[in-house]
């Protein structure tokens, strides 16, 4: 049985493992299934159509055409490194699993075989620090720039001082809920706020304990870093128990349509981080609904188009496209490998001249990466629900994050993987 | 026929209680260690590693291990998820505070300090059984999760809660970390496979297993004839949580190299660990094989048939591999409650006598 199994699977895989030439190969090792689909199905789409606009629109990244192989990880780390394994042969050009668990996995892995990682907003924070990351970029933004931002937006509401007030943190029990705990700490020593650990298990369904807890120790604010159905199950528990929403914060995954539109008019005034605008009056979208919904070639259902997930998706594309732009630049050819993209995720500059020009206007922030810094600026932008218009509202500019504290955290972190893995570190 | 009778005759005792008293059968499996030992490590590459052989060998340690506690001792386990844990993390915890010990060394220890905590958690089985020990062994599972995640020591303190395998080598060659080769990597499973399933086998036919076999079938005329229950039920605890840890450590250093706890060993982890066992087949070492590659392997090509063969979207090709999967387990189950091992064992029967059934 055993051997006849495993005789049948060696045919099969041997016929699909077929590379194509010639192409830009980018895997989406996404995840349409299981309790975090809520999530991955709009950033997969906004992933997939903007390089299937690429190719409608423009033939390609300077002629090339980007192909994308689809794989399904359900948010599950075995199932992530199959797909890694499955899709990395015939010149797989960069990786964004949208899965801190599955990024951790991934890490080393990547490094090893030379294929670069992109882990906008999530991932290993301390990956920021490109002398011991070598093939690992989360610019724009990452989890302890959201932390900080957090932190720095109620200074703002409550004129620069938090001494005394409470702050109670829910977080999803795993490496990707712990992230913001470390700079929490740090900060609450620095600012004077107290913090309150409360975490949500696997898949978060099951809340009510620990909204219970909030409503007995009533935290002046919370903070939430959830993702797929925990998001919306605790919106909801929180306008159960009549907290206000207006002080209710949620990092950038815990701020989609998806999240609020369960709770129904309990959800307004909800606010969450975000890390670029959403909302389908950039211009970008005309060439979206012309060259990609008309044409029957959307990925997915095609309806979710314009919510903060695809455009998330579509951001992490787009800058995938320039990077692999910037390396096509470089090297001097069109078929980049995966090391010339790396050198091009390394020297990327996107300025907000050229965010324009790409049709999407004061979308994100600029950024600039350097051969140390593969972190970039981490400003972030807060957003709040208005349940009514059913519509994010962006209520305010970029906040930028308190480097100070940050980067001795991102050093320190950085270099303990370094000293367990003897990396030595690059840019001298 | 292959399968004949004919000229084959025992002339001792040992020929005769040997595992696989057929001569076809004999040479089958020396046929299947060659080609296990000699020619896969030549031909393996990352994908087959990491996606197929990895997996499947570890979970067959699993299946192993948890067949020794519900097979063949009856006692019913929901607990393997957790013991994978203990396994994973004192493999962390000994790899990282003593960097200089083969690594060999640590994963066998790591299989140790899973059976001091399996026979911690055994203990209730003096008094309770079936549903409620399966309860008692839930509650195991979850404490011992809930424990990884709450107490920083076991994950060093770092600031993820993650655990990574830093890499160690064996005779020069990586057995952990990025830079292992795949042959390593299949190779040191393998071998650590063999010589569990060699031990395992000894083990349940020889007076230990015995016992454990009797408190399984009836435990009352089990005492009446002079078994201890204690220490048959503690020892299967023992050696179950052994095999079940030491798959745990593979799992974790070897085939993915970086765990969190709820997500790696979770529930499911202990249910798919039972379904193996109870497809396979309850009380058999083959069983444990075949149920984990049914399980491990299936999926995987299913995965690759309807994404890769037919491009059908991979949401949809996702969920209709859980139904095939599903259908598939409820048609093995009512054409044979006893698993793939029973299949086998009347399919082998059959060619025993044929062309002539009676």
Request: charged fraction near 15%; proline fraction near 5%; hydrophobic fraction near 45%.
């Amino acid at each position: 049985m055993k051997k006849a199994l495993a005789a049948l699977a060696t045919a099969t895989m041997l016929m699909t493992s077929v590379p194509a030439s010639a192409d830009l190969i980018v895997p989406n090792l996404s995840y349409r299934t299981g309790p975090y689909a809520p999530g991955g199905i709009p950033y997969a789409d906004g992933f997939n159509d903007y390089f299937t606009l690429l190719n409608q629109r423009d033939g390609g990244i300077g002629g090339e055409k980007v192909v994308i192989r689809e794989c399904e990880t359900a948010y599950n780390t075995e199932k992530g490194v199959e797909c890694y394994e499955a899709t990395k042969g015939g010149g797989a050009l960069v990786y964004n699993p949208l899965s801190t668990g599955i990024t951790y996995q991934l890490i080393p892995k990547m490094a090893a075989d030379g294929i670069p990682l992109y882990t906008p907003g999530y991932g290993r924070t301390s990956a920021a620090n490109g002398k011991v990351f070598e093939w690992v970029f989360n610019y724009p933004s990452n989890y302890w720039d959201a932390a900080s931002v957090a932190i720095r937006y109620l200074l703002t509401e409550n004129k620069g001082d938090l001494k005394g007030k409470k702050i109670a943190l829910v977080y999803h029990n795993s490496a990707y809920g712990k992230e913001p705990i470390r700079t929490l700490t740090e900060l609450s020593k620095k600012h004077g706020f107290t913090l309150t650990q409360v975490p949500v298990d696997h898949p978060g369904q099951e809340q009510k304990s620990q909204w219970l807890q909030i409503r007995r120790e009533k935290p002046d604010y919370v903070i939430m870093w959830g993702w797929g159905v925990m998001n919306a199950v605790a919106i909801q528990e929180a306008a159960n128990i009549n907290f206000p929403m207006k002080n209710f914060i949620g990092v950038w995954w815990s701020g989609s349509e998806n999240d609020v539109l369960p709770a129904g008019m309990g959800a307004d005034g909800y606010k969450s981080l975000a890390m670029h605008g959403t909302g389908m009056e950039y211009p970008v979208y005309k060439d979206i609904k012309k060259y990609v919904l008309d044409a029957g070639k959307a990925s997915g259902a095609g309806d979710q188009v314009g919510s903060v997930l695809y455009s998330r998706g579509m951001y992490a594309a787009l800058v995938i496209s320039e990077a692999i732009r910037k390396a096509q630049a470089i090297a001097g050819k069109a078929s980049i490998t995966a090391a010339d993209l790396r050198n091009g995720f390394e020297q990327l500059e996107i300025t907000e001249a050229r965010m324009a020009e790409l049709g999407l206007p004061k979308f994100g922030q600029p950024f600039k990466a350097t051969c140390a810094d593969h972190g970039g600026p981490g400003a972030a932008l807060i957003q709040q629900w208005d349940a009514k218009a059913k519509k994010w509202n962006l209520v305010t500019d970029f906040i930028a994050p308190d480097d100070d504290v940050l980067t001795p955290l991102i050093m320190e972190d950085s270099a303990a993987y370094a000293k367990e893995n003897n990396i030595a570190e690059r840019c001298k | 026929m292959l399968y004949r009778e004919a000229g084959d005759f025992k002339t001792s005792y040992v020929a005769d209680s040997q595992t696989f008293p057929i001569k076809f059968d004999r040479i089958r499996y020396y046929l299947v260690l060659a080609i296990a030992f000699g020619v896969v490590p030549f031909l393996i590459n990352d994908y087959w590693a990491n996606a197929v052989f990895v997996p499947f060998l570890i979970y067959a340690i699993a299946a192993i291990g948890l067949n020794i506690l519900t097979g063949y001792c009856g006692q019913v386990s929901l607990g393997t998820g957790g013991f994978m844990a203990v396994g994973a993390y004192a493999c962390y915890k000994l790899m990282t505070a003593m960097p200089d010990v083969p690594f060999v060394i640590h994963v066998v220890l790591a299989g140790f300090v899973t059976a001091g905590v399996g026979v911690l958690f055994g203990l209730p089985s003096l008094r309770i059984k079936g549903f409620y020990l399966a309860v008692a062994t839930l509650a195991a599972q979850f404490f011992l999760v809930w424990l990884f995640n709450k107490v920083p020591w076991f994950y060093n303190y770092s600031a993820s809660g993650q655990i990574t395998a830093p890499e160690r080598t064996m005779f020069g060659i990586a057995v952990t970390g990025a830079g292992t080769p795949a042959w390593a990597k299949y190779l040191f499973c393998l071998i650590i496979l063999f010589a569990l399933a060699w031990l395992a086998r000894n083990l349940t036919r020889g007076s230990v297993g015995r016992r454990w076999m009797a408190i399984r079938d009836m435990d009352i005329a089990a005492e009446i004839i002079g078994v201890n229950p204690l220490t048959a039920k503690l020892s299967a605890f023992a050696v179950s949580s052994f095999y079940i840890g030491i798959a745990g450590a593979l799992f974790f250093s070897v085939y993915l190299g970086a765990v969190e706890v709820g997500e790696a060993f979770g529930i499911q982890k202990s249910f798919l660990v039972l379904f193996m066992i109870i497809i396979g087949g309850l009380g058999s070492i083959f069983g444990s094989f075949a149920g984990a590659a049914f399980l491990v392997l299936l999926p995987v090509l299913l995965k690759n048939i309807l994404v890769g063969q037919f491009g059908w979207a991979t949401d949809l090709a996702a969920h209709i591999e859980l139904m095939i999967v599903g259908g598939l387990i409820i048609v093995f189950l009512i054409v044979e409650p006893h698993g793939l091992n029973q299949l086998w064992r009347v399919a082998k029967e059959k060619l025993r006598l044929w062309p002539f059934p009676h």
